[in-house]
């Protein structure tokens, strides 16, 4: 059993910065290929990005490509979404998401963290 934690959201102008992280319990967090999410209000939820389970391979929505960085310490069982550049129309609730290998549904789910761009 695998419980996802995030947290690091917040209020941030237009061109600011933000780091959420993603706090996972259980031992074999390092085997997990972890996603984040994010969800506006009347949207679907979209993909922003992946990383693998050694943190080796890393991919990213068109959307988030060069502002946003995903990485892992697996001794932390953490990872991280170093979000700059930030735009209004990031404004969502950001999620992790924890599946054993590339393609597989996901097992785990957090709870989500409110990220609010002004401009």
């Known amino acids: 059993q695998v419980q996802l934690v995030e947290s690091g959201g917040g209020l941030a102008q237009a061109g600011g910065s933000l780091r959420l992280s993603c706090a996972a319990s259980?031992?074999?967090?390092?085997?997990?290929?972890i996603n984040w999410f994010r969800q506006a209000p009347g949207q679907e939820r979209e993909f922003v990005a992946t990383?693998?389970?050694?943190?080796?391979?890393?991919y990213y929505a068109d959307s988030v490509k060069g502002r946003f960085t995903i990485s892992r310490d697996n001794a932390k069982n953490t990872v991280y979404l170093q979000m700059n550049s930030l735009k209004p129309e990031d404004t969502a609730v950001y999620y992790c998401?924890?599946?054993?290998?590339?393609?597989?549904?996901?097992?785990?789910w957090g709870q989500g963290t409110q990220v609010t761009v002004s401009s």
């Open positions: 259980g031992r074999t967090f390092s085997g997990y290929v």
């Open positions: 998401a924890a599946r054993t290998g590339w393609g597989n549904e996901f097992d785990y």
């Open positions: 990383i693998s389970s050694s943190g080796s391979t890393t």
